[in-house]
């Protein structure tokens, strides 16, 4: 069965600091990843996925995450964190035995000192 | 091009009651997930429908029932509410069979079971 898990229910960084969120998962096929931000009182919003080809994604708003088969991970980076980066960020995992259903991992909220 | 709609936005029901959310796909797509977001947890998926039936469910009891209508837009239906519902419900669309890697999340409903 699929799995995602999210290590860190929180996270803080100074703004200007870099983001690092961490996100390891488990398939028994190669796995579609995806990174999820949700603002207070609103939906999922996607910020990044990796289906296949080059392993290292680029999103929106300076987000990038690396798929690495050997480690189980996809770790969410950003060089630089904006107050506005403030948010819940979650990861999922699908595959095509998961028949389209996406499993979330728990969550990391993210907190942007200034 | 309009997203993934979803109405009402917030709701309050007792325990006992049935409610209906509705949701309508992003232009184009034919397929709806629907998820549960309890507070402080990831989404966990209910059902997905396409071509007006369910194709797949995940851990939810029968008191979780759907419909999906010619137009593509979608209903979930709670029977016999308990406290343990409340949550923010999100419908997510996509269009078959890109479902495993691309689905767009809707802003949600929040219900209240008192």
């Known amino acids: 069965a699929q799995s995602v898990t999210q290590l860190g229910s929180h996270v803080s960084v100074s703004e200007g600091a870099l983001v690092l969120l961490r996100c390891n998962y488990s398939?028994?096929?190669?796995?579609?990843l995806f990174w999820y931000v949700q603002y207070p009182n609103q939906g999922l919003q996607l910020l990044l996925k990796?289906?296949?080809?080059?392993?290292l994604v680029k999103g929106i708003n300076g987000f990038e995450a690396e798929f690495k088969k050997s480690e189980t991970s996809f770790h969410l980076t950003k060089p630089s964190a904006h107050m506005s980066d403030a948010a819940e960020y979650f990861c999922?995992?699908?595959?095509?035995?998961?028949?389209?259903?996406?499993?979330f991992g728990t969550g990391t909220s993210l907190t942007v000192i200034p | 091009d309009a997203g993934v709609t979803q109405s009402p936005t917030h709701l309050i029901k007792t325990r006992g009651q049935q409610v209906t959310l509705r949701c309508s796909p992003k232009s184009g797509h034919d397929t709806v997930s629907w998820y549960q977001q309890a507070l402080g947890q990831g989404p966990q998926f209910i059902f997905q429908y396409y071509e007006e039936e369910e194709r797949q469910r995940g851990n939810f009891p029968d008191r979780f029932s759907g419909h999906q209508f010619p137009n593509y837009s979608s209903e979930l239906n709670v029977n016999a509410l308990l406290l343990g519902d409340s949550a923010l419900y999100l419908c997510a669309s996509s269009l078959f069979p890109d479902s495993s890697y691309e689905q767009y999340f809707g802003p949600g409903t929040r219900l209240t079971v008192t």
């Open positions: 990796y289906t296949t080809g080059a392993t």
């Open positions: 398939s028994s096929v190669p796995p579609y």
């Open positions: 999922a995992v699908s595959d095509f035995n998961t028949g389209n259903q996406f499993y």
